[in-house]
């Protein structure tokens, strides 16, 4: 493995333990970007985190992440394809806070056809122009809505809404439009590129420009993925944005 990698990774771990740490003062002195949970606890001030939606949780990742940040908060992680799912399940039954949902989350109940690829961090329910090189099979996935796990469980709010999708973020978000409309979600983190025509990532301006007309701002970007020489390119990134009414 690259040492750099190795050194980097240590790195981050050792400043998330500080940052998560009920003991880590709310403080100007760290700067805004490095890390999206200590900055929503900033902006949050005196209120409580107490409900997260993960969409797209493939195998706990984020999940397990954002239980060490917020370990009051009840975090809902939807994956939908079977095998992620049953890992999904291994990698967070120890955590009570952490409810599994083996269901995708989209803008109207139904199913769907998906490919199923050999990295399961690139499975997409946005069709394809042509059959990805890379897949193994296909599976059908059940879609339900936002609003519809939401109201079920009478949640007040949805604190925050992460999302990693693969280019499906949009759709998830339409299918919240009663918490949307109702300034109901906090805050909302999803991965993000600049570029219109790659369907299989979100679309900064088209995401910003839905957020900005129902009562969101533009807060920040984390964790960008860089590629080339030197790494002069910029990949993706995941965006945060926050309620005006907060």
């Known amino acids: 493995m690259n040492h750099r990698y190795i050194i980097g990774k240590t790195l981050s771990n050792i400043g998330n333990t500080i940052l998560a740490s009920e003991l880590m003062p709310l403080t100007r002195i760290v700067p805004q970007g490095i890390s999206y949970p200590y900055d929503i606890k900033r902006i949050a001030k005196n209120r409580k985190i107490k409900t997260?939606?993960?969409?797209?949780?493939?195998?706990?990742?984020?999940?397990?992440?954002?239980?060490?940040?917020?370990?009051?908060?009840?975090?809902?992680a939807f994956e939908p394809i079977n095998?992620?799912?049953?890992?999904?399940?291994?990698?967070?039954?120890?955590?009570?806070?952490?409810?599994?949902?083996?269901?995708?989350?989209?803008?109207?109940?139904?199913e769907k056809l998906i490919y199923i690829r050999e990295d399961s961090e690139l499975n997409t329910l946005i069709e394809p122009s042509?059959?990805?090189?890379?897949?193994?099979?296909?599976?059908?996935?059940?879609?339900?809505?936002?609003?519809?796990?939401?109201?079920?469980?009478?949640?007040?709010?949805?604190?925050?809404?992460?999302?990693?999708?693969?280019?499906?973020?949009l759709e998830v978000i339409y299918g919240a439009e009663f918490y949307v409309k109702n300034n109901l979600i906090n805050f909302i983190y999803a991965e993000i590129d600049f570029d219109e025509h790659n369907k299989e990532c979100q679309d900064f301006g088209e995401l910003n420009k839905f957020l900005v007309k129902n009562n969101f701002k533009f807060s920040g970007f984390y964790e960008v993925f860089r590629w080339g020489e030197n790494k002069r390119y910029f990949g993706f990134c995941n965006a945060l944005f926050v309620n005006c009414n907060l």
């Open 130 to 169: 042509e059959l990805p090189s890379n897949f193994k099979k296909t599976e059908t996935v059940k879609i339900t809505t936002i609003d519809t796990i939401a109201k079920k469980r009478q949640l007040t709010s949805i604190d925050i809404l992460k999302m990693d999708v693969q280019g499906y973020e």
């Open 52 to 76: 997260i939606f993960d969409v797209g949780a493939n195998i706990g990742q984020t999940s397990r992440f954002l239980n060490w940040h917020f370990p009051q908060a009840e975090i809902f």
């Open 83 to 110: 095998e992620t799912f049953k890992t999904l399940q291994k990698n967070t039954h120890y955590l009570n806070k952490i409810q599994c949902f083996h269901s995708a989350l989209g803008s109207h109940e139904s």
